[in-house]
């Protein structure tokens, strides 16, 4: 089974930068897209940037300037990169790594961001 293990979430002060990483367990058959989702309490799981196996990079309603996303081809299975600049309170939230081949979703267990003076 598959599994998505997620780092690099913490407490940053506003205007201030983090980087998330996510890689997977072993290498995923057919993956068609990996990307960033974030949740908070009482809201709907909303999509930050998922980059998709073609090269395109979809990004949620103004993500894309803040919040970007990348392939880390160093890696010996699959594996994404998060850099979010800029950051805001409103930006606090659990990050979730999601990724997607025919016939499955994965996802992982979930980072906190907490963006906080």
Not at 43 to 57: C, D, F, I, S, Y
């Amino acid at each position: 089974q598959v599994e998505l293990v997620e780092s690099g979430g913490g407490l940053v002060q506003p205007g201030g930068s983090l980087r998330l990483s996510c890689t997977s367990s072993e290498p995923i058959t057919g993956i068609i897209h990996m990307g960033w989702y974030r949740q908070t309490p009482g809201k709907e799981r909303e999509l930050v940037a998922v980059w998709h196996t073609t090269g395109l990079k979809i990004h949620g309603p103004d993500m894309k300037d803040r919040f970007i996303i990348s392939r880390d081809s160093a890696k010996a299975t699959d594996s994404v990169n998060l850099q979010m600049i800029d950051l805001k309170p409103e930006d606090t939230a659990v990050y979730y790594c999601k990724a997607a081949n025919p016939g499955n979703e994965y996802w992982g267990r979930g980072t906190q961001v907490t963006v906080s003076s």
